[in-house]
């Protein structure tokens, strides 16, 4: 025992050393990071607009508009049932690069990033910059929510079976009922919670606002995954009888969303239908469907926009499509889009049977810019010309000078978006999957009524991807 006591003193034994401590992991990133932020605020006259049910209730209201000063009576265009001042936006970013914005305001979609086949990613979708824009009548409802009718209803007239009630919509295109009325779905501000990766935002519509029976829950819910899919998922359930038909509505342009006509006329289309839905000149449903076969709405096989788009006698694309649907299946593949230079491609799938294509033909058209002579400028007064400033401005004309003097152009107001963008005909191109317009006017046409303890579900999913070859 001494021995070896002496053998530790002296230092010969051999003496541990502490272990080092792990290196610590590196942090995991996320598949996909969901944050949360504001976007503006609502207007603090926003009110919801509502159809009066009955003489009395117009009574009152007549009253009530007379007893309140001139400043309380100027409402605005946007409305909130929820009495919520902020306007939130929600961001995704996945570990593919995509990037995808969502703002309770319509429940709208204002941004969709996603990287070409050079790695350089785009802003492929259409809309603005603040939040005062999308209030602006000319928003062509860019990424929002539409409901509670999606697409047209002739006449704004709906009989509802089977209790064979007609109720009045408002007209709010002419005659016709459009794109839920003046205060549709992407006119108010949603209420909104996170659920994982999910954000869910709620509407009540009221019972007969803008004409509708029935009060009406809307619950819509957003998610992009890791593979940049950006999945939308829309439930409703009413008190009473009414129609539904709720989608949603970016405009894209996968060459970006600046891009123009030019690159928008590359795109290569691919539709998932055989009959399409006959449309009167007002570009209303007729309730006659024709098959495609030896039309220009033939796209069962791939097709370029360019070698299309001509053969449409009104200029452009805005046709629903009968969607074929397989048998026992949650989601459909409904169309695809593929733009060769930069190699992005969407697919959209739903469980909707139509699906409405539209080539952005009402958007402003500089072609239609009118000029003016010199000698007609030089025989003007200046009393006349003042005058015709006048109505100019009123009719939201806006006079631009050409490079030679004595010469003007107007008719042609642009449409400024996103960085400054000036978004033009058949710059951009929706595909919106949706219920037949005016279905419930037409008897072989899918049911939209939806009744008290049902419930409404529509699905959509846009999945982004690369073609990383040529395209043959």
Request: contains cysteine; charged residues 25%; aromatic residues 10%.
């Amino acid at each position: 025992m001494a021995d070896e006591e002496d053998d530790k003193a002296s230092g010969d034994g051999s003496v541990k050393k502490p272990e080092a401590p792990p290196e610590p992991e590196p942090p995991k990133i996320p598949d996909v990071e969901l944050i949360c932020d504001g976007f503006g605020f609502m207007p603090k006259t926003a009110q919801t607009t509502k159809r009066s049910s009955s003489v009395f209730d117009k009574t009152n209201k007549v009253v009530k508009e007379m007893s309140m000063p001139d400043a309380e009576q100027k409402g605005s265009p946007c409305g909130s049932s929820t009495n919520i001042d902020i306007v939130r936006r929600y961001t995704w970013k996945t570990k593919n690069r995509m990037i995808v914005q969502v703002i309770t305001y319509g429940a709208t979609i204002t941004s969709i990033q996603v990287p070409d086949r050079k790695g350089v990613p785009d802003d492929v979708i259409a809309g603005f910059d603040t939040l005062e824009e999308y209030f602006q009548p000319r928003n062509p409802y860019f990424g929002a929510t539409i409901g509670r009718y999606a697409n047209y209803i002739r006449e704004a007239t709906a009989v509802v079976r089977p209790s064979g009630r007609m109720y009045m919509l408002s007209s709010n295109k002419g005659h016709h009922h459009y794109n839920g009325g003046y205060v549709g779905f992407d006119k108010v501000n949603w209420r909104s919670y996170v659920n994982g990766n999910k954000v869910i935002m709620s509407h009540v519509s009221d019972r007969f606002n803008e004409g509708y029976p029935g009060a009406l829950m809307a619950q819509v819910t957003f998610e992009a995954t890791c593979d940049n899919t950006l999945k939308i998922e829309m439930r409703c359930t009413t008190s009473e009888p009414t129609i539904v038909n709720l989608s949603n509505t970016p405009y894209f342009n996968l060459a970006g969303h600046h891009a123009g006509c030019e690159t928008m006329y590359d795109h290569i289309f691919t539709i998932n239908a055989d009959k399409y839905t006959v449309a009167d000149e007002e570009g209303l449903v007729t309730g006659e469907k024709k098959v495609v076969g030896g039309t220009p709405y033939d796209f069962r096989v791939p097709r370029v926009l360019r070698a299309m788009i001509p053969k449409i006698p009104l200029g452009g694309y805005d046709v629903n499509f009968c969607v074929t649907q397989g048998t026992e299946q949650d989601l459909t593949f409904q169309a695809r889009a593929l733009h060769p230079l930069t190699g992005r491609v969407l697919e959209v799938y739903s469980n909707q049977p139509g699906m409405q294509f539209y080539t952005g033909n009402l958007l402003p058209d500089p072609d239609k810019i009118i000029e003016g002579g010199e000698e007609e400028e030089e025989d003007k007064g200046e009393d006349e010309s003042e005058s015709d400033s006048e109505e100019s401005s009123a009719k939201g004309e806006e006079e631009v000078e050409e490079g030679s003097e004595g010469k003007a152009s107007f008719g042609y107001v642009p449409l400024v978006g996103k960085e400054g963008t000036l978004y033009k005909k058949h710059g951009l191109f929706c595909l919106m999957p949706q219920n037949f317009p005016d279905a419930i006017n037409h008897k072989n046409f899918p049911n939209s009524v939806l009744n008290p303890g049902e419930v409404y579900v529509h699905k959509i999913q846009y999945k982004f991807g690369l073609l990383l070859g040529r395209y043959v």
